[in-house]
C-alpha cells in the first residue's frame, strides 16, 4: 500500500520537475539524497522550455526599389473585408467634404513629389492587402472635434514595432510637417492610433508586415477653420510636409542586399489587384 503510494508520489514529483525517486535496492545513494522508507529521494534539475523561434531574426530586406506606402484613411472604406467590418462606416465630414478625399488628394501629392526622386510609391484604400510589405508606410488622415478651436496634427508609431524604427521616423514627421504647414503640434497620441488596425498582423490577416516601418499621421482637424486652410485649400503644403520627411529618413537608393538570403519574405504585393491599384502604383 505504502509502496504504491510512494510510486505515485514518484511519478507526480518527476512529471512536475521536482524530485525523482529511486529505490533504496539500487547501487548507492544519490548525493544529497535521503532515505524515506526503502526509496532515494534526490534533486533533479529541471530545464526552462525554450523560447519560441524569433520568425524575423534572420529577415532580410528584399530586393527592388525603395517602395513607400500612403494609405489615404477611409478612402474605399466600404470595400473593408468583414474581419474589418467596422471600417466601413466612419471618418469625419465637415461642410460637405468628406474625409477620405482629402487624405486622398494629400496622398496624390506626396506621391508625385517622391516617385519624381525615384521612389516606387504605392497609394493605399483603407483595405490592407495581407502581409504587405513597403520600407515605409504612413495612414494618412485628418481628425474632427465638437469643437472648432481645436487645431494641430500629430503623429505615431504602433504600440509594437518589430522594426525599432518607427519612433524615430514620427518624431521626425511631427517635426518636418510642423515647419512645411505652420500648423501647432497637438501633442496628445491616442491608443487607437498607437494600436492602428494596419499595424496588427496579429490580429488581423488584413495588416502590415511585421517588418514595415509604419506610422499614422492626423494631419489636422478638418473642424478647424485654420486648419482647413491648409488640409483643403492648400494641401501642397501638407504633402511637402510628409514628402520632405519621407527623403530624410530613407533613400530612394536600395541598400545593396545581403549575399545570401537565408528566409524568405511572403510580402504579399503579389496579392494586390493590378486593376484595381495600376492607377495610384508607379
Given amino acids: 500500500m505504502r509502496a504504491a503510494a510512494l510510486g505515485a508520489i514518484a511519478v507526480s514529483l518527476v512529471a512536475s520537475g521536482g524530485l525523482a525517486l529511486k529505490s533504496a535496492s539500487q547501487s548507492g545513494p544519490a548525493v544529497d539524497g535521503r532515505a524515506m522508507d526503502g526509496v532515494w529521494l534526490s534533486p533533479v534539475s529541471v530545464s526552462a522550455p525554450a ?13 527592388g526599389p525603395v517602395r513607400i506606402a500612403l494609405q489615404a484613411g ?35 501629392r506626396t506621391a508625385a513629389l517622391r516617385r519624381d526622386s525615384g521612389y516606387t510609391v504605392d497609394i493605399l484604400p483603407t483595405t490592407i492587402p495581407p502581409g504587405y510589405w513597403a520600407d515605409l508606410f504612413i495612414a494618412i488622415h485628418a481628425d474632427g472635434h465638437n469643437s472648432s478651436r481645436i487645431s494641430g496634427y500629430r503623429a505615431a508609431a504602433p504600440r509594437r514595432d518589430r522594426t525599432g524604427q518607427a519612433a524615430t521616423f514620427a518624431s521626425l514627421l511631427d517635426r518636418i510637417y510642423g515647419e512645411e504647414t505652420g500648423l501647432d503640434y497637438y501633442g496628445s497620441v491616442t491608443r487607437r492610433m498607437r494600436g492602428y488596425y494596419a499595424f ?14 509604419g506610422v499614422i499621421l492626423e494631419t489636422g482637424f478638418l473642424t478647424s477653420p485654420r486648419d482647413r486652410k491648409v488640409l483643403v485649400e492648400a494641401p501642397d503644403r501638407a504633402a511637402r510636409g510628409i514628402a520632405r520627411a519621407v527623403m530624410e529618413f530613407v533613400s530612394p537608393i536600395p541598400p545593396v542586399p545581403s549575399p545570401t538570403v537565408t528566409r524568405s519574405l511572403n510580402v504579399g504585393l503579389q496579392s494586390l489587384d493590378s486593376t484595381r491599384y495600376a492607377h495610384e502604383t508607379r
Avoid: C
Wanted: proline share 13%; net charge negative; no cysteine.
Fill in 51 to 63: 523560447p519560441d523561434p524569433d520568425p524575423f531574426a534572420d529577415w532580410t530586406r528584399p530586393p
Fill in 74 to 108: 477611409h478612402w474605399r472604406a466600404s470595400e473593408a473585408p468583414p474581419e474589418q467590418a467596422g471600417l466601413r462606416d466612419n471618418g469625419a465630414r465637415v461642410k460637405g467634404i468628406a474625409e477620405w478625399e482629402v487624405n486622398l488628394e494629400i496622398a496624390r
Fill in 200 to 213: 496588427n498582423s496579429r490580429r488581423y490577416q488584413h495588416a502590415l508586415h511585421p517588418m514595415t516601418v
